[in-house]
């Protein structure tokens, strides 16, 4: 059985949810506390044992491409004024070689990684999508690639979701469970409200064959006149089975404003030097927040 060692992560989207702060910055380069997210996203790719990223751009996503790059001038400049930790945490960014291709239109994440197939050649692969940012003891995509190999199958991260919000996602139709593996009858994306035939979530992460390359030749458009892969990896699971694994982990949504602010909130809470200073803010400002008055 073939390894998987290389990933994509589409990069390439208008991130409207987040206009007019994504009009000239990526979505993917906002930061949480002091790291962009996309850098969350790149860690555990290559903590999962991937060997060669690519990340697939479009229109005004040049930050990425600088960011994951080599900065001399502050590297030096940081070196001479003997900020070591922080010169530590800037080289990080570029020690690991990614590779970049350009979507030339946002026409869904289906045709997103279509656009890598060529980098991807006949050899099974990781997706990661910036929107999920996974803390685990074993790095998400690592426990998917364990369920690969065990299986010879493509196998896609899941985790319930409110009944409320199925309809944000790709849900799943569970035919068996085996521990934390799912067979699948049917892979669904954003079903109507109250059409959802589980609460099982697709989370933004994917292991997959490269079969998935011949039914994205063809896909059509689906939901929100968007290429979809949800709706191309249906059509492989008609064809091979494809597995649904509910990965161990607390996931952060930050693909939108809210769950962005909460992730946040939550990694400051965890941080060493912010934590203290932080609950000591929000105190005061529950304390003396004007906003009932404001509002009333
Ligand atoms: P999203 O739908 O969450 O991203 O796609 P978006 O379109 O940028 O954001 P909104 O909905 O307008 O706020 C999930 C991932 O797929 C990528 C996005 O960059 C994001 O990381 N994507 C999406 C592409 O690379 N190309 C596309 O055509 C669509």
Redesign the pocket.
Known sequence: MKKVKKAII?????????LPATKAMP??MLPIIDKPTIQYIVEEAVESGIEDIII?TGKGKRAIEDHFDHAFELEMNLAEKGKIRLLEEVRRSSGVDIHYIR?KE????G??VWCARRFIGDEPFAVL???DIVQSEVPCLKQLIQEYETTGASVIGVQPVPDHETQRYGIIDPKAKQGRLYQVRNFVEKPQPGQAPSNMAIMGRYVLTPDIFRILDLQEEGAGG?IQLTDAIQKLNELEQVYAYHFQGVRYDV?EKLGFILTTLDFALRHQELRGPLLQAMEEFLEKSTLPKVIG
């Open positions: 589409p990069a390439a989207g208008l991130g409207t949810r987040f979505k993917e697939v979507q946002p026409r869904g994440l045709h997103a999508l910036g929107d968007e693909g």
